[in-house]
């Protein structure tokens, strides 16, 4: 069978009609059972209610509360450890001329908190979906807690040496805020979920994003303040009155006051109902379904989730590492008043916008929310190139202009957070939202190592000039725009979508091209029989095909997917029958997946491969059971192998 096709290849149309009868069967009785809930999931994208958790009791409504408490306080730290960097490098430069002149250490220190946030990211969110997100979360607290005893400890025998053991501080304090991301958006999220639905977006952008740059900010108010103390007089290119120490260590050292906090809180915080349900389903288990379903219907919304992170981190990045060193060259202030400036402007608007997103991303929509964010960054910064000269000429109007442009980049980034945590089933959601964060990272890293170089190369490569940096100014305008052209079509649509409703969806792919590959590969009635299913794994499945023979491969695959079809509960070859002759058609809600479908199969085509994936989100296979195995059970039922086992 083609992947993309409505039609079933085999087993007939009786089959189909009989499998199409019990998904109506299954919907009539839960619309029977309640037609308020029924009205609710019509809000919610139309799902019917059989997978739905049970009501909240007072003690979730309260781990919701708390968790959300955990999440704001957790994220305002990770807002500060990210700006830490960026006076500390300003002031570095300012005082040693070695470090003013060495792009390899001024990428180094704008680059090793990144490092460290990509690599927790890939590693917590296996953690977070093996072991559950609040372990992961205490972890990544503690790794926070220890980059900045690192940081205050910070020493060498020169300040550059010193200035290298502060990268290992932050790469080290990266690792935890890497993890932040990965245990606790998903966490979030399917808090949110149980919530409400319609307004999942906007109480998880609150929680994370918006809470994440009032953190941005922080740092600002204690370094302005240590600045004023220490290096009220130091101005570009003057090391005069300077106690850089003081600076640097105590910048670390306050911040390690909210991170104890916040590992405090940790402890009392709880997994969500959705991660734990899904546990009790696969019992903490992967296979190669898992693999198979991700890479052959997630490809096209993990394209959007990547490049949509990788660009924007490199402009956010780069550009904000260096921006009082960008602020300095074109206006040429001191060290004291750079920090002033980008305190005052984000306290008149680069604070509260990021809150404008957030009420506005359920309203218009993941896509059209970020749509717009690319459109405002990619128009004003050509308008900011076109006008540098004359804007340069007036720093207050470069000031308010350039800081107020970069505000909407939160047009962008609320989406960027949100899609991925959406896009994914729980199993796999804080895995998968690690990988796009952590590629995304990447952009990060490329953006602020080649930032000072590219600059210098358009200056000609002996200093940094005016007019070096206008050209790179064109080279981010044109990447802005290409960000918009790869949202509209890569970018996947699910604001009032259920992620329970994805969760059955991702459930039923498994299930039936788990039945569809036992056909294929000729599982017997026998083969489901067996006892010693249970011995065999993906990882021995791998080594028969690179180091087994042919026939040894093809029979060990076999018993391999009669494995897999027990874990499902098919355990009778008319059964498997019934189940590889269901629809496996899944729309992936991306623009471009849309367009190529449309294509293919035709108007009439299309609008019942919609069906057929919007029936996939409901179906309830206990219709199933009781006809195949005489005993009608609870869904839930189905995930607790030792309670049920289904025998031909």
């Known amino acids: 069978m083609n992947g993309l096709s409505p039609r079933l290849d085999v087993v007939g149309e009786e089959i189909f009609k009989s499998s199409m009868e019990l998904v109506r069967s299954s919907q009539e009785n839960n619309a029977n059972k309640n037609n308020n809930a029924a009205k609710d999931d019509t809000a919610d994208g139309g799902y019917s209610n059989i ?95 220890l980059g900045n005893v690192i940081g205050v400890a910070m020493n060498g025998t020169t300040h550059v040496g010193m200035i290298w053991m502060m990268c290992i501080a932050l790469g080290v304090a990266g690792l935890g805020m890497g993890g932040e991301y990965t245990c606790n958006v998903p966490n979030v999220i399917e808090d949110s979920e149980q919530v409400n639905t319609a307004t999942r977006g906007r109480r998880v952008a609150i929680l994370v994003m918006c809470l994440e740059t009032v953190g941005n900010y922080a740092p600002f108010v204690v370094q302005l303040i240590l600045v004023a103390v220490a290096c009220r007089n130091a101005y570009l290119g003057a090391a005069s009155h300077c106690n850089w120490n003081v600076v640097a260590r105590l910048s670390f050292a306050i911040a390690t006051i909210p991170v104890i906090t916040v590992l405090i809180f940790r402890t009392r915080m709880k997994d969500s109902l959705m991660f734990k349900q899904d546990q009790r389903r696969r019992q903490r288990r992967y296979d190669g379904l898992d693999l198979f379903v991700i890479l052959r219907y997630f490809m096209p919304r993990t394209v959007g989730t990547v490049i949509m992170w990788f660009l924007i981190d490199w402009i956010n990045y780069s550009q904000g590492t260096f921006g009082a060193l960008i602020l300095q060259h074109v206006i040429g202030v001191s060290l004291f008043k750079s ?83 959406e896009a994914f089933p729980t199993r796999i959601r804080a895995t998968m939202y690690g990988v796009s964060s952590a590629l995304g990272k990447m952009g990060g890293i490329v953006g602020t190592t080649t930032f000072p170089t590219i600059w210098r190369r358009w200056s000609g490569g002996v200093k940094q000039t005016d007019s070096g940096l206008r050209k790179t100014m064109w080279f981010y305008g044109g990447m802005e725009y290409l960000g918009l052209i790869i949202c509209t079509f890569f970018v996947p649509e699910y604001s009032h979508r259920s992620l329970l409703g994805e969760d059955t969806r991702f459930v039923e792919l498994r299930r039936r091209h788990c039945a569809r590959f036992a056909r294929r590969f000729g599982v017997t009635q026998e083969d489901l029989n067996r006892e010693d299913l249970v011995a065999y794994n993906l990882k021995d499945l791998v080594c028969q095909k690179l180091f087994g023979k042919k026939e040894n491969y093809w029979e060990y695959r076999r018993l391999y997917i009669a494995s897999l079809c027990r874990v499902e509960k098919i355990t009778c070859m008319a059964h498997l029958e019934f189940v590889a002759a269901l629809p496996t058609d899944y729309k992936d809600l991306t623009l471009f997946s849309s367009l190529l479908l449309k294509r293919k199969l035709g108007k009439e085509g299309y609008k019942q491969f919609e069906k057929n994936s919007e029936e996939m989100g409901f179906y309830n296979p206990s219709k199933e059971m009781e006809r195949f195995y005489g005993q009608s059970i609870e869904i839930t039922a189905l995930d607790e192998k030792e309670k049920y086992e289904p025998k031909c």
């Open 51 to 145: 997978n739905k958790l049970a009501p909240l009791s007072e003690e979730d409504k309260s781990a919701i509360r708390f968790n959300a408490f955990g999440t704001a306080a957790g994220f305002f730290v990770n807002g500060y450890m990210y700006d830490i960097n960026g006076v500390l490098l300003t002031m570095f430069s300012d005082i040693f001329p070695s470090v003013n002149n060495d792009n390899k250490i001024q990428a180094a220190v704008g680059v090793s908190m990144l490092y460290g946030v990509m690599f927790g990211l890939l590693s917590f969110g296996f953690i977070a979906d093996y072991f559950g997100r609040k372990k992961g979360l205490i972890m990544c607290s503690c790794l926070v807690l």
């Open 339 to 421: 920090i002033w400036l980008s305190l005052a402007t984000g306290a008149a608007w680069g604070i509260w916008l990021p809150f404008v997103a957030a009420f506005v991303v359920d309203k218009l929509g993941r896509r059209k929310t970020e749509m717009f964010g690319w459109l405002w960054l990619a128009s004003t910064q050509i308008i900011n190139t076109g006008f540098f000269y004359q804007l340069k000429a007036q720093p207050i109007a470069w000031i308010i202009w350039s800081t107020f442009v970069g505000g909407f980049q939160n047009f962008v980034f609320i989406p960027v957070y949100l899609v991925p945590a």
